[in-house]
T-cell receptor, first 114, second 114 residues
């Protein structure tokens, strides 16, 4: 079974621009979570989607948003980029069973904001 | 609230010697605990998961972890380190009150010397 895929793998943007990252979960998985990883803050939860609905959201400003499509693929968008948004963005998918909390991660998208 | 504390930010061992990475957790619930590994410029790979079925959990690549409720610990061990084990390791707890959210420790960098 193919793993979680993320595109693009690397991205360079300038301040003020916006960016969209894509995540395709493992086939059959319906939950997608997004995390931001930085050297200073470590891994922080952004949000989680299940069946096209955002079920949970972390403590990030409204510039960070996401969505999920009917095929469970998910996108996250960051508007008005700031230098501090430079990070590795990871998505993870998990199954739909009630107590399935094991998340499988993609390789990440490395975002650099100049 | 759930939290995890990794007691060492950096551990250095010689190849062929045992590995011990320490993790303490705090949880109001019966927790699900995980260890993930991240190799440079890669995503996170699941090593093992504790779900209360057995206190000693065996994972991939010879790693195992023991859940000790009295000590609120979930330390990761391996009898003999390989050069390929050099990576960053994360102790993680799931938050059943927060769907889709994993809470990460700050990570332990494992260095393996020849």
């Amino acid at each position: 079974k193919a793993g979680v895929t993320q595109t693009p793998r690397y991205l360079i943007k300038t301040r003020g621009q916006q960016v969209t990252l894509s995540c395709s979960p493992i086939s059959g998985h319906r939950s997608v979570s997004w995390y931001q990883q930085t050297p200073g803050q470590g891994l922080q939860f952004l949000f989680e989607y299940f069946s096209e609905t955002q079920r949970n959201k972390g403590n990030f400003p409204g510039r960070f948003s996401g969505r999920q499509f009917s095929n469970s693929r998910s996108e996250m968008n960051v508007s008005t980029l700031e230098l501090g948004d430079s990070a590795l963005y990871l998505c993870a998918s998990s199954g739909s069973a009630p107590r399935t909390d094991t998340q499988y991660f993609g390789p990440g998208t490395r975002l650099t904001v100049l | 609230a759930q939290s995890v504390t990794q007691l060492d930010s950096h551990v250095s061992v010689s190849e062929g010697t045992p590995v011990l990475l320490r993790c303490n957790y705090s949880s109001s619930y019966s927790p699900s605990l995980f260890w993930y590994v991240q190799h440079p410029n890669k995503g996170l790979q699941l090593l093992l998961k504790y779900t209360s079925a057995a206190t000693l959990v065996k994972g991939i690549n010879g790693f195992e972890a023991e859940f000790k409720k009295s000590e609120t610990s979930f330390h990761l061990t391996k009898p003999s380190a390989h050069m390929s084990d050099a990576a960053e390791y994360f102790c993680v707890v799931s938050d059943p009150g927060n769907t889709g959210k994993l809470i990460f420790g700050q990570g332990t960098t494992l260095q393996v010397k020849p």
